[in-house]
């Protein structure tokens, strides 16, 4: 399965800022996924980033607030934007990938905890 | 409406027991695939089954095994002789049918700790 490397793991944040996550593969991946874990909660899609067009959003989630960028296909960024207290979550990228069943399994980066103050 | 249904927020289970991890789902797709994630408390996701709908064997890995009931739509994680190591969060997800992508939703997760 790919190796999904996540920048920054953790950051503390002021209120009002934006912060940049970035998810490197060590493969080419057609989709890669955006979700969010609030704390103590599951965790929530936020878009899909597909190579050369536009991220697919979730409802509740819009693109002024999480601007995501896929320049290759190997590369995505996440920009939280503006944050606040409520902001504060781990934040993942996935991939699909094969697992040993044969299925298409979403194998995940280590995450970036973000908390903002 | 709650796609996913984990209604075990947390379980116990003595070092070298089984445990059953509950999970329910929800879908009107003929094709469906349900996967159980370990989340350790360092946050990282690690995949460790996954169940096809057409699939007629109940998939198993290791120590993992998924009780697929299908009739009653619930595909609940058995983990044989726990170890330590074990005490993680566990999630249940879903992916439907074609017409619904490739993302998973995932249910609220099962907090396990195992004892010595």
């Known amino acids: 399965s790919a190796v999904i490397s996540q920048k920054p793991s953790r950051d503390i944040c002021q209120r009002g800022t934006s912060l940049t996550i970035q998810c490197q593969v060590d493969s080419q991946v057609t989709m890669m996924f955006w979700y969010r874990q609030q704390p103590g909660q599951s965790l929530t899609l936020i878009a899909t980033a597909n190579q050369g067009s536009e991220a697919t959003y979730e409802s509740g989630f819009v693109i002024d607030k999480f601007p995501i960028s896929r320049p290759n296909l190997t590369f995505s960024t996440l920009t939280v934007s503006n944050m606040s207290p409520e902001d504060s979550s781990i934040y993942l990228c996935?991939?699909?990938?094969?697992?040993?069943?044969?299925?298409?399994?979403?194998?995940f980066g280590a995450g970036s905890r973000l908390t903002v103050l | 409406a709650q796609k996913i249904t984990q209604t075990q927020p947390g379980m116990f289970v003595q070092e070298k027991e089984a445990v059953t991890l509950d999970c329910t789902y929800d879908?009107?797709?003929?094709?469906?695939?349900l996967f159980w994630y370990k989340q350790p408390s360092s946050g990282e996701m690690i995949f460790l089954i996954y169940?096809?709908?057409?699939?007629?064997q109940n998939a198993t890995e290791g120590r993992y095994s998924l009780n697929f009931q299908k009739a009653r739509k619930s595909a609940n994680l058995v983990i044989s002789a726990s170890q330590l190591g074990d005490s993680a969060m566990y999630f249940c997800?879903?992916?439907?049918?074609?017409?619904?992508?490739?993302?998973?939703?995932f249910g609220k997760g099962t907090s396990l700790l195992v004892t010595p």
């Open positions: 997800a879903m992916r439907e049918g074609p017409n619904s992508g490739y993302a998973l939703n």
């Open positions: 996935s991939v699909e990938g094969q697992g040993g069943s044969g299925a298409n399994v979403l194998t």
């Open positions: 169940q096809g709908s057409y699939d007629e």
């Open positions: 879908t009107s797709d003929q094709s469906y695939g």
